[in-house]
């Protein structure tokens, strides 16, 4: 018997290619940290915060879309990456906020 998150990881993919199915940020157009601006940038944490939130599978298709930038955003990325493809929203939750209270404390 397949492992659930692998038959979600597949069905996220086979959907991915529908129409309207993935969100995007308006002023994203690859993954290069130095090709997002910084409001981009905010935007696509405010993205994935908000599928996080939700518990919403769409937040794995938006790493998987934009793992560069989120890498550069990220302080533990390895462990978001794992969270987040682990399905575990709440743990990839709580690094976002604990980095974001690091980044306003510098």
Same mark, same amino acid.
């Given at each position: 018997?397949?492992?659930?998150?692998?038959?979600?990881?597949?069905?996220?993919?086979?959907?991915?290619?529908?129409?309207?199915?993935?969100?995007?940020?308006?002023?994203?157009?690859?993954?290069?940290?130095?090709?997002?601006?910084?409001?981009?940038?905010?935007?696509?944490? $405010?993205?994935?915060? =908000?599928?996080?939130?939700? *518990?919403?599978?769409? #937040? %794995?298709?938006?790493?998987?879309?934009?793992? !560069?930038?989120?890498?550069?955003?990220?302080?533990?990325?390895? $462990?978001?990456?794992? =969270?987040?493809?682990?399905? *575990?929203?709440?743990? #990839? %939750?709580?690094?976002?906020?604990?980095?974001? !209270?690091?980044?306003?404390?510098?």
């Amino acid at each position: 018997m397949r492992d659930t998150a692998e038959l979600l990881q597949q069905l996220m993919q086979a959907l991915s290619g529908a129409p309207g199915w993935m969100p995007t940020v308006d002023g994203v157009s690859g993954e290069s940290p130095n090709q997002v601006s910084s409001q981009s940038s905010s935007a696509l944490l $405010a993205q994935i915060r =908000a599928l996080l939130r939700e *518990d919403d599978a769409g #937040a %794995l298709e938006l790493w998987e879309s934009h793992t !560069a930038v989120f890498k550069s955003l990220v302080a533990d990325a390895q $462990a978001f990456e794992e =969270a987040i493809t682990g399905f *575990d929203f709440e743990a #990839a %939750l709580r690094m976002l906020d604990q980095a974001e !209270a690091e980044s306003e404390s510098d």
